[in-house]
């Protein structure tokens, strides 16, 4: 049974003002990507879609507001957000802790969905 275990030393930093920790994203299964994002207190992410791509954020910890084509939503601990293909996104920290997530996409997340919308 494959398990992938969580290696928290492999979380980078992104151009879009969030880390990043990649739980699952291997080439074998395109089929999905998972990932844990960390959102610092205060902070905004960058606007930005993704090409070709639906993504799930599952709340793990933390509150905050998300931003799905121009509607925002307050969302906290075990919400689960769907984010349609090519919709601008962007989610705020709006607590005193960090805010923590799992990225689910469909089908996997590879760099040239990402597109920047600032």
Same mark, same amino acid.
């Given at each position: 049974?494959?398990?992938?275990?969580?290696?928290?030393?492999?979380?980078?930093?992104?151009?879009? &003002?969030?880390?990043?920790?990649?739980?699952?994203? %291997?080439?074998? +299964? *395109?089929?999905?990507?998972?990932?844990? /994002?960390?959102? @610092?207190?205060?902070?905004?992410?960058?606007?930005? &879609?993704?090409?070709?791509?639906?993504?799930?954020? %599952?709340?793990? +910890? *933390?509150?905050?507001?998300?931003?799905? /084509?121009?509607? @925002?939503?307050?969302?906290?601990?075990?919400?689960?957000?769907?984010?349609?293909?090519?919709?601008?996104?962007?989610?705020?920290?709006?607590?005193?802790?960090?805010?923590?997530?799992?990225?689910?996409?469909?089908?996997?997340?590879?760099?040239?969905?990402?597109?920047?919308?600032?």
């Amino acid at each position: 049974m494959p398990i992938e275990r969580f290696r928290p030393e492999s979380e980078f930093d992104t151009r879009e &003002r969030c880390f990043i920790t990649e739980l699952r994203n %291997v080439p074998e +299964d *395109g089929a999905c990507s998972i990932a844990r /994002a960390r959102v @610092p207190p205060g902070v905004t992410t960058e606007l930005h &879609r993704l090409r070709g791509v639906v993504e799930h954020y %599952v709340i793990l +910890d *933390g509150q905050g507001v998300v931003e799905v /084509a121009g509607q @925002p939503n307050p969302v906290a601990r075990l919400d689960v957000v769907t984010i349609p293909a090519e919709s601008p996104q962007r989610i705020t920290n709006t607590g005193s802790g960090d805010l923590t997530f799992l990225c689910v996409c469909l089908p996997r997340w590879v760099p040239e969905s990402y597109e920047s919308l600032e």
